[in-house]
T-cell receptor
Framework: QKEVEQNSGPLSVPEGAIASLNCTYSDRGSQSFFWYRQYSGKSPELIMFIYSNGDKEDGRFTAQLNKASQYVSLLIRDSQPSDSATYLCAVNMNQGAQKLVFGQGTRLTINP | DGGITQSPKYLFRKEGQNVTLSCEQNLNHDAMYWYRQDPGQGLRLIYYSQIVNDFQKGDIAEGYSVSREKKESFPLTVTSAQKNPTAFYLC????????????FGPGTRLLVL
């Protein structure tokens, strides 16, 4: 079992709809969770982080964390073509230092 | 203008050659990291450093070496022992180590001639 798992996609969503990206992790002691967006050929950029169970909203983005079920999700409302990218889930697996374990990423395409 | 810089953008390595990738940050961050990304894959940790003059191996350290002589600099050397070095190399930094956000540089793409 991979430590952090994401559906690699591609996930295709019509413009204006809600895109839902999911991530599961293996270590129940994990403390912090990050979503990065990566455009083709570019480096990852931080979208959101979440530490506590529940929802965290920032503009069109909502991160949802459920530690009991060991999953974290990212919702993108009113999807735009500029949201087309690969989304990486990263988890700090409580290993002392800030060692992030990354999922393989989900490729998202927003269709105009 | 604060940030993380990596150079060069593209690097070509010949067989048996060691090459060094540069990473500099002016964010006054304590921790720095090196990751490798292969096509269609997530990031894998090579080395990380929490403080000057100290660093630890990540998950795929074999064939790589690092140094941390200055807080703002964390160069990565890809040695000839790394048999499959073609990848996108990403440097990151964070304020501290416990649960803090990592920010990435623009990356260096290494290709083998």
């Amino acid at each position: 079992q991979k430590e952090v798992e994401q559906n690699s996609g591609p996930l295709s969503v019509p413009e204006g709809a809600i895109a839902s990206l999911n991530c599961t992790y293996s270590d129940r002691g994990s403390q912090s969770f990050f979503w990065y967006r990566q455009y083709s050929g570019k480096s990852p950029e931080l979208i959101m982080f979440i530490y506590s169970n529940g929802d965290k909203e920032d503009g069109r983005f909502t991160a949802q964390l459920n530690k009991a079920s060991q999953y974290v999700s990212l919702l993108i409302r009113d999807s735009q073509p500029s949201d087309s990218a690969t989304y990486l889930c990263a988890v700090n697996m409580n290993q002392g230092a800030q060692k992030l374990v990354f999922g393989q990423g989900t490729r998202l395409t927003i269709n105009p | 203008d604060g940030g993380i810089t990596q150079s060069p953008k593209y690097l070509f390595r010949k067989e048996g050659q060691n090459v060094t990738l540069s990473c500099e940050q002016n964010l006054n961050h304590d921790a720095m990291y090196w990751y490798r990304q292969d096509p269609g894959q997530g990031l894998r940790l090579i080395y990380y450093s929490q403080i000057v003059n100290d660093f630890q191996k990540g998950d795929i350290a074999e064939g790589y070496s690092v140094s941390r002589e200055k807080k703002e600099s964390f160069p990565l050397t890809v040695t000839s022992a790394q048999k499959n070095p073609t990848a996108f190399y990403l440097c990151a930094s964070s304020v501290g180590t416990e649960g803090t956000t990592q920010y990435f540089g623009p990356g260096t793409r290494l290709l083998v001639l």
